[in-house]
């Protein structure tokens, strides 16, 4: 059974960082590229970041240079480190395993950013 937890969501002001976690099982972590994914109410989701298999990164451009994608093979953990949250980056954060034509969700932790 596949499954991924995200963990390290909650209610920062801005300009705050946060750090997500999704702890994999299930899956053989090394070989799924990696992705965090955003939604809010009525918007489509969005694709954040993604790390390969490599090691190469990508992100949207709304949070470069804030936002940064890690992994941890060894613990089949990935992270998203966001520094200088924005109010707009108020979303649930899912986190996303990727291997061809396999794909599996997390449940989704809230992130709020507000004063």
């Not at 991924?4 to 300009?15: A, I, K, R």
């Not at 949070?63 to 994608?69: A, D, L, N, S």
């Not at 649930?92 to 396999?102: E, I, M, P, S």
Request: aromatic share 10%; with cysteine; glycine share 12%.
């Amino acid at each position: 059974q596949v499954q991924l937890v995200e963990s390290g969501g909650g209610l920062v002001q801005p300009g705050d960082p946060l750090r997500l976690s999704c702890a994999a099982s299930g899956i053989t972590f090394s070989i799924y590229d990696m992705g965090w994914y955003r939604q809010t109410p009525g918007k489509q989701r969005e694709l954040v970041a993604t790390i390969f298999v490599g090691g190469t990164t990508r992100y949207v451009d709304s949070v470069k240079g804030r936002f940064t994608i890690s992994r941890d093979n060894a613990k089949s953990t990935v992270y998203l480190q966001m520094n200088n949250l924005k109010p707009e980056d108020t979303a649930v954060y899912y986190c996303n395993a990727k291997r061809g034509g396999l794909q599996y969700w997390g449940q989704g932790t809230q992130v709020t950013v507000s004063s």
